[in-house]
C-alpha cells in the first residue's frame, strides 16, 4: 500500500515497526511490512528521522512532489543494498537464457492483465451491451493468444529475441487499446493511445500520472549505472565496497567513487569522461532534493540511459572473457 501525505498539519512518526500518521487529534497506525512507498505531496508535512529511518530499513520508497503531483525528490538510502556478487550474475544473466525468461515474463504479466481487465469488462456488459461485450471478450482472446505465442519463443539470450518480443508486445498493445476505445464515452475523443502532444483529456491525464514517474526512474537509471561500475571493479578484483579513511572506512556511494577513480580510472580501464559524467549524475540527482523546481525530462532519462547502457555494454564483455 501507499501513504499519501497530502494535507497541512499531518505528522509522520513511528511506533516500533509501525508508521503513526497523525492530524488533528487523530492516530493511525500502518506496518511498516505493508507499506511500499510514502509520498508526501505538500510542504505543511512534519516527519520524524525514526520514521525516515524505518522507511530506508524497509526498502520503501519515499517520494517528495508539489501538490499537484509533480515529483521533486526522492530519499535514496547511504548505502547501497546487495553485494557485488549478486550484481554481478545479473550481468552475466543478461548474456544468457535467464535474461530471456525474464523479458518474457514482464512482458507476460503485462498481456495477462490487460486481457483479463478486456474479459472483465466484457463480463460487466453482456446484459447492457451484448455487442460491445463480445467484441472485448475476443479482444481479450487474441490477447491471450499473442501471450501464447510469447511462451513459445525459445532463445539463449535477450538480444537474440528481443525484437519479436517487442513487436508481440505492440501487437497486443493494438488490440487492448483499441478495446478501451470502444468503453470510454465519445465525448473524450480517444482515438487511440498518444504520448508527446496528446490534446484529449484521457491520454492527458495517462501522460500525466507516467511523468509522476520520471524522478524514480532517474534514481533507477542511476542505481544501473552504479551496477556497472560495480561489476567492472568485481572483475578487476574489488570483493568490497569500502575505502580506507582517516579513522574509519568509507562505505556507499564515496567509497564507490574513490574506488572507480583508483581502480578503473586511474588504471586505464574507464575513461575519464565516463567518470566525470557519472559523478554529474550522482550531484544532479543529490541536489535536486534541494531544489523544488527541479524535474527531469523524457530526453534527460534517454540519455542517461545510453550512458547506463554503454557501461553495461563494456562490463559484459569483460565479464565474457
Known amino acids: 500500500m501507499k501513504i499519501f501525505l497530502d494535507d497541512f498539519g499531518i505528522f509522520l512518526g513511528r511506533k516500533r515497526n509501525r508508521f503513526v500518521v497523525k492530524k488533528a487529534g487523530e492516530s493511525k497506525e ?10 508526501c505531496c505538500s510542504s505543511g508535512v512534519a516527519f520524524s528521522a525514526s520514521a525516515l529511518n524505518l522507511a530506508v530499513q524497509n526498502n ?10 509533480w515529483p521533486y525528490a526522492v530519499l535514496m538510502p547511504a548505502s547501497m543494498t546487495g553485494s557485488v556478487r549478486a550484481r554481478r550474475e545479473q ?5 544468457d537464457e535467464r535474461g530471456f525468461i525474464l523479458a518474457k515474463k514482464f512482458i507476460a504479466g503485462k498481456l495477462v492483465n490487460q ?8 463480463k460487466n456488459r453482456r446484459q447492457t451491451d451484448p455487442n460491445l461485450a463480445e467484441r472485448l471478450y475476443e479482444s481479450g482472446k487474441s490477447i491471450d493468444e499473442i501471450n501464447e505465442k510469447i511462451d513459445r519463443e525459445h532463445g539463449l539470450n535477450i538480444d537474440e529475441k528481443r525484437q519479436q518480443l517487442m513487436n508481440l508486445e505492440a501487437e497486443g498493445a493494438r488490440f487492448y487499446w ?3 476505445r470502444q468503453v470510454l464515452p465519445a465525448e473524450l475523443n ?14 492527458a491525464m495517462l501522460n500525466f500520472g507516467y511523468q509522476t514517474i520520471l524522478f524514480p526512474a532517474a534514481e533507477e537509471i542511476f542505481r544501473s549505472v552504479e551496477s556497472a561500475l560495480e561489476a567492472l571493479l568485481y572483475n ?16 556507499g556511494r564515496l567509497a564507490l567513487q574513490f574506488l572507480i577513480r583508483d581502480n578503473l580510472v586511474r588504471a586505464g580501464r574507464l575513461e575519464r569522461a565516463a567518470y566525470d559524467k557519472y559523478l554529474s549524475l550522482a550531484t544532479e540527482l543529490h541536489m535536486a532534493g534541494y531544489q523544488p523546481s527541479k524535474t527531469f525530462s523524457v530526453e534527460e532519462l534517454r540519455e542517461n540511459l545510453r550512458f547506463a ?13
Open 115 to 122: 486481457a483479463n481487465l478486456l474479459k472483465l469488462m466484457a
Open 309 to 321: 547502457e554503454d557501461l553495461l555494454t563494456k562490463a559484459r564483455s569483460i565479464a565474457m572473457r
Open 30 to 39: 500502518v506496518v511498516a511490512d505493508d507499506v511500499d512507498s510514502i509520498i
Open 178 to 180: 483499441d478495446s478501451i
Open 91 to 95: 550481468f552475466i544473466a543478461y548474456n
Open 60 to 69: 520503501i520508497q519515499v517520494v517528495f512532489a508539489r501538490y499537484g503531483g
Open 236 to 251: 578487476f578484483g574489488i570483493r568490497k565496497i569500502e575505502y580506507p579513511g582517516g579513522r574509519t572506512k568509507f562505505t
Open 190 to 203: 480517444f482515438k487511440g493511445r498518444e504520448t508527446r502532444g496528446a490534446r484529449d483529456s484521457f491520454n
